[in-house]
């Protein structure tokens, strides 16, 4: 796909990964529509990037809500006349053990709340099916070419303390391969996808995780630092150039040799 041009839809984007994505979209001519639930960090972004020179528009939304996320991509096709690229970069973290277990007594002091674990499902599983959803069957029924990317995250071996994030980024690393496999069941050839997988990435996210267990974690990391949202977002305008990147999972980890073994 040219990049020059084509619409691409970020949610997420106004803070850490999903800012870079938009940012480095419009740097290279795509046309860039966010979403996010924050209207401080979309009107800071959205401005820095008009600023820059690129073309942009932003509105606030929850990806858990059906509404909200057809009206960001129709927010696209009536700003820019289509949609080609959606980046389903809304996360959230909500950390903690399953059943944490007290050292000297033996007992469960603290337990992960159903809240807690139903909380990061919604926004990072269902949000991104809605984002996919409500994307795909736009370019579908318009015959635009399009390219859809999940983020997941590290997802082989999940991560321990997340056991809710961890489930929604194992479950978005398989989208790529059940829905380009419906896609070839139907005859779409116009629309692939691509799931991105980072490893830890520099965003508030990451720095709102406990620092001590992050520096452990990157103990197993060859690259020896976090990597930067910019190395996050090259990938992605690389596979939407990449017409032959299709129905995979591509992890961008800084060489994560086992989840924590290595250290
Ligand atoms: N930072 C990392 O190391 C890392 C690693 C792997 C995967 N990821 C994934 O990358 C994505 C971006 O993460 P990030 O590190 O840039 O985080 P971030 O916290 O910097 O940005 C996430 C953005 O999502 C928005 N958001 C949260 N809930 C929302 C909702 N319901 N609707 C709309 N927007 C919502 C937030 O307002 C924020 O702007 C997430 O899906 C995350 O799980 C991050």
Redesign the pocket.
Known sequence: MELKGAVAVV??G?????EAVAKSMALKGMKVVI????PK?LERVAGEIAAAGGEVAFAK????SDEEVANLMDLAIERFGRLNVAVA????IKDGLMLNVDKETGKVKKAMTTEQFRAVID??LV?AFITLREAGMRMVNNGWDGLLVP???VNKTGQTGQMN?SSA?AALALWPKILVGEFQMRGVKNVRCVAI?????G????KGMNQEALAGLLKGVHLGRLIE?SEIADSILFAVQNDSMNATCIEITGGLIANGLAK
């Open positions: 949610t997420g106004a803070s850490g990964i999903g979403g996010d639930m924050d960090g939304c929850n990806v858990t970069c809304a996360g959230i926004v990072n949000g983020i997941s995250s994030y980024k997988a980072p490893g830890y990435v965003t508030p996210m990451v949202p």
